[in-house]
């Protein structure tokens, strides 16, 4: 297994601001993930964060609107840039291991 | 058709109940079937991991696949307050690249165990 902690573990932001989400993994691995989950919804992946690589993202979420960044094994940001009300969710980090993946705590965001 | 359905619930039972809790899918390349537990504010904790069709026990969790249906079961015996909590079934592919890690997940099960 691995232990997963989030920075923040919430937030509440103003419109047309950016938010970096951290994750911090107490182990080295290769895949790190980012979902969100959306309030009655389920989880939805973002994007895939290798090291040394570019993230990898999933149909609907870009770039430009949630640059990665992997600088090393145990460590990833995920960034909510010019956030609107409707980015309001919870953003979750995982770690692959093996065929499976461990979560994080989640960001819990709020966009006024 | 969603590629995997689960009834949201809620789901209310009393206290020592048997407790099922099921999803179905679309996808057969579906391989590695996972339950997570969601406690309220908190995190998906993994529960049950399953790669095979047949029964997996751990304490009082069952977890059951049937591939050829495409549904997989989590039976919860002797339910506690503690079980409270929303349940998450999870899958993915077998694939090489390393893409086999990404999960497909049910909008989850809302479970009340009642004292």
């Known amino acids: 297994s691995a232990v997963i902690s989030q920075k923040p573990s919430r937030d509440i932001c103003q419109r047309g601001t950016s938010l970096t989400i951290q994750c911090q993994v107490d182990?080295?691995?290769?895949?790190m993930f980012w979902y969100r989950q959306q309030p009655g919804q389920s989880l939805t992946l973002i994007a895939t964060a290798n090291q040394g690589s570019e993230a990898t993202y999933e149909s609907g979420f870009v770039i430009d609107k949630f640059p990665i960044s992997r600088p090393n094994l145990t460590f990833s940001t995920l960034t909510v840039s010019n956030m609107s009300p409707e980015d309001s969710s919870i953003y979750l980090c995982?770690?692959?291991?093996?065929?499976?993946?461990?979560f994080g705590p989640g960001t819990r965001l709020l966009v006024l | 058709q969603k590629e995997v359905e689960q009834d949201p619930g809620p789901l209310s039972v009393p206290e020592g109940a048997i407790v099922s809790l099921n999803c179905t899918y679309s996808n057969s390349a579906f391989q590695y079937f996972m339950w997570y537990r969601q406690y309220s504010r908190k995190g998906p904790e993994l529960l049950m991991y399953?790669?095979?069709?047949g029964n997996k026990e751990d304490g009082r969790f069952t977890a059951q696949v049937d591939k050829s249906s495409k549904y997989i079961s989590l039976f919860i015996r002797d339910s506690q307050p503690s079980d409270s909590a929303t349940y998450l079934c999870?899958?993915?592919?077998?694939?090489?690249?390393?893409?086999?890690?990404?999960?497909?997940f049910g909008k989850g099960t809302l479970l009340t165990v009642n004292p």
């Open positions: 995982s770690v692959a291991v093996q065929e499976t993946q461990y």
């Open positions: 999870a899958m993915s592919v077998a694939n090489s690249g390393g893409s086999n890690y990404k999960l497909t």
């Open positions: 182990s080295q691995v290769t895949m």
């Open positions: 399953t790669y095979s069709s």
